[in-house]
């Protein structure tokens, strides 16, 4: 028989907690995040079992990124979309897994005031090898009037405009971590009781780490800015704060959260080939540049900060440079030489 701690705050108490500092406030945003952590809940579910079931592998389809679908990312997916569907606190969601955004036309969702986006299951090249994996979300307050069905214009706002956003990591524990623009909170999942408890109240971003992450195989199709920037960070010394190491996981969701909490810096550049880079503004860049920041961290993609990037298309791609800020300042010293 499990004794759970009472001084431990699980998700849902947290967000009501939350809600008493706000007397005028709904409580939607908070039932939202309570969605999210019951679908988070049965995909983790899933990927935990995931070699055991017919889950593994490919669906033998091609998402709108030109990517092969894997069924667990179908499966996470249509959670996601599910319980959000059947909550009372979305208008509507788009998701990097769907070519369209998808608007909720029954009457509770119409007068619903937010929308959510996000990538059901980021990293999923990694499912087979055993690699953790992740969910990123977003969530913005919708701008066309209540009652109306969402239209794309609630989905194509800049990242400056989230409310909240988050992420949950499927690793050797399952972790939400959210912020809104109070803080970043992390909560872990208790398996015995099946509930995320508050694990990393109020978490900050180290202004330095010694961390920095990056896929070296591509260092001569980078520009000359961010090869600066990588030559740096090699040859840092005890002299200099140093020495740096690289990290790179290659699952987006493992390596920022890892640089949140011990300070780092995560580098997806464009290439000569690929100038927009590979990662998705709305899905990816927007809601983890809103929690390092949150934390007292920068992201840019490179020029100009992220949160600022006004999209003009659901799939956007955009270079990403995202960490520590001392870290983030020393490179763009670099990028200024070039």
């Known amino acids: 028989m499990s004794i759970v701690n009472r001084k431990v705050l699980t998700l849902d108490e947290f967000t009501i907690q939350q ?53 667990l990312d179908v499966f996470a997916n249509n959670q996601f979309t ?12 788009a998701s990097e897994e769907l070519d369209e955004f998808v608007a909720f036309d029954d009457a509770v969702s119409k007068n619903s005031k937010y929308v959510c986006l996000f990538d059901p299951l980021d990293g999923s090249g990694n499912i087979d090898v055993n690699v953790s994996i992740g969910t990123i979300f977003s969530i913005y307050r919708r701008v066309t009037p209540l ?77 000359k800015g961010v090869q600066l920037y990588i030559d740096a960070c ?24 890892r640089n949140l909490i011990k300070g780092g810096i995560f580098m997806y550049p464009g290439t000569f080939d690929k100038p927009k880079g590979k990662l998705r503004l709305l899905y990816e860049s927007n809601p983890f540049a809103f929690i390092v920041e949150v934390a007292g961290g920068r992201a840019t993609n490179g020029k100009e900060r992220i949160l600022d990037i006004i999209p003009t298309e659901l799939h956007q791609r955009t270079p990403l440079f995202i960490g520590s800020k001392g870290m983030m300042d020393e490179l763009d010293a670099s990028l200024a030489q070039y």
């Open 147 to 223: 009652g109306t069905i969402a239209t794309e214009e609630d989905f194509l706002q800049p990242g400056s405009k989230q409310v909240a956003a988050g992420y949950i990591v499927y690793g050797s524990s399952t972790m939400l971590v959210y912020a809104t623009r109070r803080g970043v909170n992390g909560f872990t999942l208790d398996p015995s009781i099946g509930e995320f408890c508050l694990s990393h109240p109020d978490i900050k971003c180290p202004e330095w780490g010694k961390i920095y992450s990056v896929n070296h195989g591509n260092f001569f199709q980078y520009s």
């Open 19 to 71: 809600l008493r500092d706000f007397p005028h406030a709904t409580g939607e945003l908070s039932g939202l995040l309570r969605d999210i952590g019951l679908a988070a809940k049965r995909v983790n579910v899933e990927v935990n079992k995931a070699g055991l079931v017919d889950i593994l592998g490919d669906a033998n389809t091609v998402n709108v990124q030109g990517e092969d679908v894997k069924k």
């Open 234 to 257: 090699q040859k840092r010394t005890k002299d200099n704060g140093g020495p740096y190491t690289q990290r790179y996981i290659g699952s987006m969701v493992a390596d920022v959260h």
């Open 82 to 93: 599910g319980v959000l569907q059947h909550g009372i606190s979305c208008a509507g969601i």
